[in-house]
């Protein structure tokens, strides 16, 4: 894999510490970080985390997170041509389609989420944060 996108969820897992997610969640992370992989998030996850930070904490704290992870992640553009991808889909959450569609437009190779079944019929990989994370370790 070269390149994976996180699922709002694996994020927030490690955030927020989220036991017993944020173990598999947080060594996705480290291997971004090691340069094992790109790490991608979808324009929209970051105001997602955003919004909930700042309800969470304050303002300048969503900021300096926001900053923080535009650190380590590149971003999955979001656009006219990938919300009209993401209609398409006629999945349940819309949500779920537009990062779909997103990490298909960037060329991921895979999601990272904890829901896979909000991903039904992806055209991107779907892997569950102990899967990414044991292919992630090897060499």
Request: aromatic letters at 6%; hydrophobic letters at 55%.
């Amino acid at each position: 894999m070269k390149r994976v996108l996180l699922d709002v969820n694996i994020v927030l897992d490690v955030l927020l510490d989220r036991g017993p997610h944020a173990k598999a969640s947080a060594a996705v992370w480290a291997a971004i970080e090691r340069g094992a992989v790109e790490g991608m998030l979808a324009a929209h996850a970051l105001t997602t985390i955003h919004y909930l930070v700042r309800k969470d904490r304050d303002s300048p704290d969503a900021r300096r997170t926001i900053a923080a992870l535009l650190r380590v992640f590149a971003v999955a553009a979001v656009d006219g041509a990938v919300l009209r991808q993401a209609l398409q889909f006629s999945w349940p959450d819309f949500e779920d389609s537009v990062t779909a569609a997103a990490a298909q437009s960037a060329g991921c190779d895979a999601i990272v989420t904890r829901d896979p079944r909000g991903f039904p019929g992806s055209p991107v990989r779907v892997l569950l944060p102990e899967v990414a994370a044991a292919l992630l370790a090897q060499p």
